[in-house]
């Protein structure tokens, strides 16, 4: 009889092991407006790598916020790229130019609870980037939506359309990257199809993790899917936080309704959203 004892004691110590092993977090609704922070002066430097062993740096800078009352409804950031890499940071951002230095300038707009960017890539001829609805307004886990675009400006629909659908997760253990280590990170699962007309096709799925007060702090970028081989990998290396007090703020006054059942919402942001 004591051997079947000492199995059930095993067996209770390994599913107590295991229980104590599964990490819990509860997401904290307070941090909805905050994964996308833009104010005046704040800048983030991120370092590329890619698999060949080559790598880039890029620098965000914050040069101006438009202001309604103490609503931020549109934000310019100039990026800087520089380094030897193939500057593929997302497979839509074409490699126009060979040289190791790029400037990109980003305007940043809140339309309809989502916010869109807009790219103006300088050099000898300037090329105009323009992605609607990549990031809601606020963010809670398992908001689903998806967005479409064309990666150059006003042109025709059989060169390459760009299909995107998107996830966020509550990331229960800590993002450890260069520039620090980050809790209550919101991941962006984002799986990416292009296609033409030609027959050409191609898939990428994105994993972006952002930190509260922070912004993008990590991104992983994988080939042909979700188990695909890793082609690129985007890590925060330092943060520069502005003076300024206001993050990314609502453009309009109704309440938000989480979508997700697993979110108790005792108090609410500002700012209606629905998923698409």
């Given at each position: ?35 996308f ?34 609503r931020?409804?549109?934000?310019l ?47 000898p ?5 323009e ?50 280590r ?52 985007i890590?925060?290396v ?31 942001p ?7």
């Amino acid at each position: 009889m004591r051997h079947w004892i000492h199995w059930l004691v095993g067996l209770a110590l390994a599913l107590f092991q295991l229980a104590g092993c599964q990490k819990t977090v509860r997401f904290n609704p307070a941090l909805a407006g905050h994964f996308f922070p833009l104010r005046n002066g704040s800048s983030w430097t991120y370092q590329v790598t890619y698999p060949n062993g080559s790598h880039e740096t890029i620098t965000d800078r914050v040069l101006n916020t438009n202001q309604t009352g103490m609503r931020s409804t549109e934000a310019l950031v100039v990026s800087d790229y520089s380094g030897h890499g193939t500057r593929a940071v997302r497979a839509d951002l074409p490699q126009t130019y060979p040289g190791e230095r790029t400037e990109v300038e980003t305007r940043y707009l809140i339309e309809g609870g989502y916010i869109s960017r807009v790219a103006s890539l300088g050099g000898p001829t300037r090329i105009r980037l323009e992605e609607h609805d990549f990031l809601p307004q606020f963010l809670w886990p398992d908001r689903r939506w998806s967005n479409t675009l064309s990666p150059f400006e006003h042109s025709p629909a059989d060169i390459l359309q760009i299909a995107q659908n998107h996830r966020s997760f509550l990331e229960a253990d800590l993002v450890d990257v260069p520039g620090g280590r980050f809790a209550e990170c919101m991941r962006i699962e984002t799986d990416a199809s292009y296609r033409s007309p030609a027959g050409l096709a191609d898939k990428r799925y994105f994993i972006d993790w952002y930190a509260p007060d922070v912004g993008l702090v990590k991104t992983l970028v994988l080939s042909g899917g979700q188990d695909g081989r890793e082609v690129a990998r985007i890590e925060l290396v330092r943060f520069a936080k502005s003076k300024a007090t206001a993050p990314i703020q609502p453009s309009n006054s109704s309440s938000i309704v989480p979508l997700s059942s697993k979110i108790i919402t005792p108090t609410a942001p500002a700012g209606a959203l629905t998923d698409k």
